[in-house]
């Protein structure tokens, strides 16, 4: 029962260095999300995928890329990090939102110098 | 400015006190769930509220979802240290969830 699982765990970037945060389902989910988490902001939407094949804007996605490489993955891309992109990652997924609720990775955290 | 907005943003309890955290809106959801999480974690589902006025006990938690779905509260009886964590509210919006900013819970032994 792996779930959603997350690597890498922690990271650290130099200002101008990219990285690629993955991200793995086995739960047959459709949808999957990315989120960040900052002090005081709760989670804010980076970017999305409902189906496989498709991929949508969230709240915040100015500075990243994603990658739905299948049903089961999906990829998290910084191009040139910058310092007020260091937070916690979490990527989800669902089965619907309604009624099902998202489950959660355990969590990317990422600093930028 | 949040969507959701909880209350209070921290609450710090003696073991065996109840407590009530608050989720306010001014729009209106067709359900919202509540999420708990634990340092160095992704949230848990607790649960979800769907219908207005509905209340869902699990074990020492309570939550209720307001008649106008645009509020809801979850209340902790007889507080245990296990139950500390960053309690999360969320209600869907266009097909995905909008977090409130959470309501840090720390319940001393």
């Known amino acids: 029962n792996a779930g959603v699982t997350q690597t890498p765990k922690f990271q650290v970037l130099k200002t101008g260095q990219s990285m690629t945060l993955q991200c793995a389902q086995d739960?047959?989910?459709?949808?999957m999300y990315w989120y960040r988490q900052d002090p005081g902001m709760g989670l804010r939407l980076i970017y999305y995928?409902?189906?496989?094949?498709?991929?949508d804007k969230g709240e915040v996605p100015n500075g990243y890329n994603v990658s739905r490489l299948n049903k089961r993955e999906f990829s998290l891309r910084l191009e040139s990090a910058a310092p007020s992109q260091t937070s916690v990652y979490f990527c989800?997924?669902?089965?619907?939102?309604?009624?099902?609720?998202?489950?959660f990775g355990s969590g990317t955290r990422l600093t930028v110098v | 400015t949040q969507l959701l907005e909880q209350s209070p943003q921290f609450l710090s309890i003696q073991e065996g006190e109840n407590l009530t955290v608050y989720c306010n809106s001014s729009?209106?959801?067709?359900?919202l769930q509540w999420y708990r999480q634990e340092p160095g974690e992704g949230p848990v589902l607790l649960v979800t509220?769907?219908?207005?006025?509905e209340v869902k006990k699990l074990k020492r938690l309570t939550f209720q979802f307001g008649d106008a779905r645009k509020d809801s509260s979850l209340h902790i009886t007889a507080a245990q240290p296990g139950d500390t964590g960053l309690y999360l509210c969320?209600?869907?919006?266009?097909?995905?969830?909008?977090f409130g900013a959470g309501t840090t819970v720390t319940v001393r032994a």
């Open positions: 739960m047959n989910h459709n949808s």
């Open positions: 729009s209106v959801f067709s359900s």
């Open positions: 989800a997924s669902s089965e619907g939102v309604e009624y099902y609720g998202y489950t």
């Open positions: 509220v769907v219908t207005g006025g």
């Open positions: 995928s409902a189906s496989e094949g498709t991929t």
């Open positions: 969320a209600g869907v919006v266009d097909y995905k969830l909008s």
